[in-house]
């Protein structure tokens, strides 16, 4: 698979916000799905937001709203902006690609299965 790069992670106080970025090669499909993934210690692995080749979005239901995914179709990245963090943001952030993507399952549950990941980066948030 493709190898997708993240960078954009670091430390920020509770309250503020970070932007998240994943670049990859070309898309070697038409379809896709793409997203973000989290892991915070001592917890399961949570979708955090993905958007599909038409531009359909989700989101965790919890983070609708403080946190905003989105594409750059010249530059084959995709963002995640986080705002008005929390401690409990704090974790890695993967970055996870389905390429040849139908639309079977919904975009968060193909990509657990069947998405390449990035190696991850680290956001911390301080209280």
């Known amino acids: 698979h493709a190898q997708l790069s993240e960078s954009g992670g670091g430390s920020v106080q509770a309250g503020g916000s970070l932007r998240l970025t994943c670049t990859a090669p070309?898309?070697?499909?038409?379809?896709?799905?793409w997203g973000w993934f989290r892991q915070a210690p001592g917890k399961e692995l949570e979708g955090v937001a993905s958007?599909?080749?038409?531009?359909?979005?989700k989101y965790a239901n919890h983070l609708r709203g403080r946190f905003f995914i989105s594409r750059d179709s010249l530059k084959n990245a995709l963002n995640l902006l986080m705002k008005s963090l929390e401690p409990d943001d704090a974790g890695i952030y993967y970055c996870?690609?389905?390429?040849?993507?139908?639309?079977?399952?919904?975009?968060?549950?193909?990509?657990?299965?069947?998405?390449?990941w990035g190696q991850g980066t680290q956001v911390t948030v301080s209280s």
């Open positions: 070309a898309h070697p499909s038409e379809t896709y799905c």
């Open positions: 958007i599909d080749n038409t531009g359909r979005m």
């Open positions: 996870v690609k389905e390429d040849w993507y139908y639309g079977r399952r919904d975009c968060f549950t193909s990509l657990a299965e069947n998405g390449y």
